[in-house]
T-cell receptor
Framework: AQTVTQSQPEMSVQEAETVTLSCTYDTSENNYYLFWYKQPPSRQMILVIRQEAYKQQNATENRFSVNFQKAAKSFSLKISDSQLGDTAMYFCAFMKDTGANSKLTFGKGITLSVRP | ETGVTQTPRHLVMGMTNKKSLKCEQHLGHNAMYWYKQSAKKPLELMFVYNFKEQTENNSVPSRFSPECPNSSHLFLHLHTLQPEDSALYLC????????????FGPGTRLLVL
């Protein structure tokens, strides 16, 4: 079974600064996806960024980028130029290729607060 | 916002009530999911439907009964729930098969008294 660990329950960052959220996972699979989802307070969970395990290049989406270390099974999210709207819970998630089902395994999440 | 809607957004029910949660997706997806989100716990996958067929039941108690009449609609029928069932219930959808991202609805905040 896969596990996803987000060991930091909460973090805080000053507006305009950079913050890195950590995530580790455990799997024996070779082909899988990793995701970061964002859940703002009382709002919808949205996909922030995804990474295919077979790609060595780290994914980037505007101010969001990941540091994917496959051998270390580490998948951290870097948020540059933090904005107040980045305040949210962030979930790291793992998906293995099961053919028919796209099953996500989530970490417990981390609460990020951006200070003005 | 993401093409997945859920109703109601909030629900309070007694342990003897019967209620249903509804999810609808407008993304052309063919897989739909129910998750339970409790405080301080990871999201728990409850059910998976691919092309209207249930392909996953993650040991969910029978007081939760899903229904998927077509690829765009998903229901969760609730009866004789317990207070510990109080949580945020999230619906998601994706393309079936392979490694496809899931898109979530806003959730139904359920309180069982």
């Amino acid at each position: 079974a896969q596990t996803v660990t987000q060991s930091q329950p909460e973090m805080s960052v000053q507006e305009a600064e950079t913050v890195t959220l950590s995530c580790t996972y455990d799997t024996s699979e070779n082909n899988y996806y990793l995701f970061w989802y964002k859940q703002p307070p009382s709002r919808q969970m949205i996909l922030v960024i995804r990474q295919e395990a077979y790609k060595q290049q780290n994914a980037t989406e505007n101010r969001f980028s990941v540091n994917f270390q496959k051998a270390a099974k580490s998948f951290s999210l870097k948020i540059s130029d933090s904005q107040l709207g980045d305040t949210a819970m962030y979930f790291c998630a793992f998906m293995k290729d099961t053919g028919a089902n796209s099953k996500l395994t989530f970490g417990k999440g981390i609460t990020l607060s951006v200070r003005p | 916002e993401t093409g997945v809607t859920q109703t109601p957004r909030h629900l309070v029910m007694g342990m003897t009530n019967k209620k249903s949660l509804k999810c609808e997706q407008h993304l052309g997806h063919n897989a739909m999911y129910w998750y339970k989100q409790s405080a301080k716990k990871p999201l728990e996958l409850m059910f998976v439907y691919n092309f209207k067929e249930q392909t996953e039941n993650n040991s969910v108690p029978s007081r939760f009964s899903p229904e998927c009449p077509n690829s765009s609609h998903l229901f969760l029928h609730l009866h004789t729930l317990q207070p510990e069932d109080s949580a945020l219930y999230l619906c998601a959808s994706s393309l079936a098969g392979g490694l496809s991202a899931q898109y979530f609805g806003p959730g139904t905040r359920l309180l069982v008294l």
